[in-house]
């Protein structure tokens, strides 16, 4: 008899009926289509394009930036200094505690962030407050005739500074 | 009737014929509409309906005045490219935010807020909820034991991040607890502090903390989250 | 037209056949037609025929629950009437705020109204709640309605999050960035919940849209539903409960 051939194939236990089998093939079926709508809902609500503004941009030139100069860029928030003994750095201005746009004080050298008073040295370094991490550097690249192109998308070694 | 009842006695036994089987067990706990007493019942209509119009209208006037008089704030329009200072959240969140000034992000914006939630709602499931008679009565010692040891324990924690918003409500609510220790003897407010349980304790220690960490967020934090006193909130212009 | 003349009026409606067709029980002034009232209405008949006298005295549950669902009723519809004004989009939903402050008739008074209520119903929420474990009506049979209103909670706080980002000005903007960021934090799904949440990676338009569609029509529907088996709860569980009515039976041994 088919049940017995089953049976001895292993795929049918002693005692699961033809019934049971159904029923188990019917609620997985019925499990399958709910994991699948799951996930292509969350696919559906995951925006594949963004308007935002692009990481990308361009920055001066490397002479624009000697020794000790702090430029802040708005639109892209990112601070661009001119590192100690030559060379050009970025860092983001987003506050690493809850994401405020932080200021540069020129007259005590430190960045701050007005939400909860961290407070950055020019490194990034965290020097007070709650910021649970230094600010992040972002990547710099030069063309031949040095000008700059910071990408705020991609961060790179703490420390890593750009030199000619 | 001649004979007096005789005493009731608990027999166990499988013989449906000697022993019926269904027994009618009659728990406190039992919901209220079994455990029918002689009470006044009253018609919904009108007693209840109107009570209802009633508080309705209420609340609709009330809201409407306060709605006239009070405005809803509006600021600038938004500048992705400016924080405010201070930017707070709204009301609710802003003991939250103002934990955030002494605990990292995860602790404070997900930790607890995730505890909170799971400690509420886990409350009638929890056995010291359902059982609790006042905090005192039982062995006394090894409760002053407990409380003393988890008082000192979260002073010593919070005082540690120095979060004293937490640290002197904990003290407080311990103080009130060891006062209605000493004894049943004093007057009303006493005698009610001793019939306290543990978990009304808790929560009490819970509300004090939330809102005393609202209070201050909302009142006495200014720019750069620092503390003011509330008539100082905003920067002269 | 004098009293009686009204009341004739009155009357001769009540008899007439298009009223009775619509009102299928008669005037109530007997305790069968009080309890039809009651019985033959849709949106009524949640209650029971009768209640416990005690349970109608204010101080019995101080009617934090009715406070709190008077004030969601007076959000839908405030609510309701503020969309016909407003649209979703950057910048136009600070505009709109500003028309219905300066050019729309009453928009000030509605949106004031709309606001206070989001207050009390969140104020009213926890109220009710401290309400219910100080009186210990969570004990059994009503320990998962008491679950169901920690979820109505949460709906409460995320409805009035949501909707503090609509009016798009510096409060709404940067509120909502400090809390999603706090939303990163989580370990796992911190990130991708805030991209999902925000619809990108900053609080743009893409998130006041996502928001407004959450605010108007994902958390109303879910707060109806929970809403709906909360108070039906309490019906199957015989009232509300107020202070517990034994005490000596109430505290204690189990």
């Known amino acids: 008899m088919p049940e017995d051939r089953a049976k001895s194939r292993g795929l049918l236990s002693e005692e699961e009926t033809r019934r049971d089998f159904l029923t188990r093939i019917g609620v997985g079926a019925c499990v399958v289509t709910g994991v699948g709508a799951a996930f292509t809902l969350l696919d559906y609500m995951e925006p594949k394009v963004l308007f935002e503004p692009p990481t990308l941009f361009r920055a001066g030139n490397l002479n624009d930036f000697p020794e000790g100069t702090v430029r802040f860029n708005e639109e892209q928030k990112t601070y661009i200094l001119g590192a100690a003994g030559g060379g050009v750095y970025a860092l983001s201005a987003v506050c690493t505690h809850l994401g405020c746009i932080t200021r540069y004080l020129s007259s005590e050298g430190v960045i701050a962030c007005p939400c909860h008073g961290s407070r950055f040295d020019l490194e990034g370094n965290v020097v007070h407050g709650p910021a649970p991490h230094p600010l992040p550097w972002l990547e710099v690249k030069a063309d031949a005739s040095g000008n700059l192109l910071v990408d705020t998308g991609r961060t790179i070694p703490h420390g890593k500074v750009l030199k000619v | 009737m001649s004979q007096p009842t005789p005493p009731l006695e608990l027999v166990e036994s499988s013989d449906p014929i000697v022993t019926p089987r269904r027994v009618a067990l009659v728990r406190p706990d039992l919901r209220p509409s079994v455990r029918r007493e002689d009470e006044r019942w009253v018609m919904t209509f009108p007693h209840l309906i109107l009570r209802e119009l009633i508080l309705f209208m209420a609340v609709v006037i009330a809201l409407s005045l306060i709605a006239l008089i009070f405005d809803a704030p509006l600021e600038g329009i938004a500048n992705p490219l400016e924080t405010p200072n201070p930017s707070k959240a709204p009301w609710y969140f802003l003991g939250l935010q103002e934990l955030l000034h002494y605990f990292p992000p995860v602790v404070a914006g997900v930790l607890i807020p995730g505890l909170v939630v799971v400690a509420l709602a886990v409350i009638p499931y929890a056995r010291i909820n359902l059982s609790a008679g006042p905090l005192w009565s039982g062995d006394e010692r090894k409760i002053r034991t407990w409380v003393g040891l988890v008082t000192a324990m979260l002073t010593i924690l919070f005082a540690g991040f120095r979060c004293w918003p937490i640290v002197v409500p904990t003290l407080a609510v311990a103080g009130a607890m060891f006062a209605a220790y000493k004894g049943t003897e004093g007057g009303r407010f006493r005698r009610f502090l001793v019939g306290v349980t543990l978990p009304e304790w808790i929560m009490t220690w819970f509300i004090v903390v939330a809102t005393l960490l609202t209070v201050i967020g909302t009142f006495f934090r200014g720019p750069g989250w620092s503390l003011v006193w509330p008539w100082n909130m905003h920067l002269p212009v | ?254």
């Open chain 3, 1 to 254: 037209m004098s009293g009686t003349a009204l009341a004739n009026l009155a009357d001769w409606i009540r008899d007439s056949s298009v009223y009775r067709s619509i009102v299928r029980h008669g005037s109530a002034d007997t305790n069968r037609n009080r309890s039809l009232v009651i019985f033959e209405n849709l949106f009524l008949h949640v209650h029971p025929v009768k209640v416990r006298e005690k349970t109608l005295r204010f101080t019995h549950t101080f009617w934090l629950g009715g406070i709190t669902l008077v004030s969601s009723i007076i959000l839908f519809a405030t609510g309701i009437l503020l969309m016909f004004y407003y649209h979703p989009s950057v910048p136009q939903a600070y505009i709109d705020m500003k028309e219905l402050q300066f050019v729309v008739d009453n928009g000030v008074w509605l949106r004031n109204l709309h606001r206070w209520s989001a207050h009390l119903m969140v104020f009213g929420s926890f109220l009710h709640l401290i309400r219910v474990f100080y009186h210990r009506a969570y004990r059994p049979p009503r320990q998962f309605n008491w679950v169901i209103g920690v979820v109505l909670l949460l709906l409460t706080l995320l409805l009035s999050y949501t909707g503090y980002l609509l009016p798009w000005d510096q409060l709404a903007f940067w509120g909502v960035s400090v809390g999603t960021n706090m939303a990163k934090e989580a370990p796992l799904i911190g990130k991708p919940l805030r991209f999902l949440l925000l619809g990108g990676n900053i609080v743009s338009e893409n998130a006041l849209l996502r928001f407004y569609v959450l605010h108007c029509v994902v958390l109303p529907v879910a707060f109806i539903l929970f809403l709906s088996v909360h108070i039906w709860r309490i019906r199957k569980d015989g009232g509300v409960q107020g202070p517990p009515e034994d005490p000596s039976a109430e505290k204690g041994a189990p």
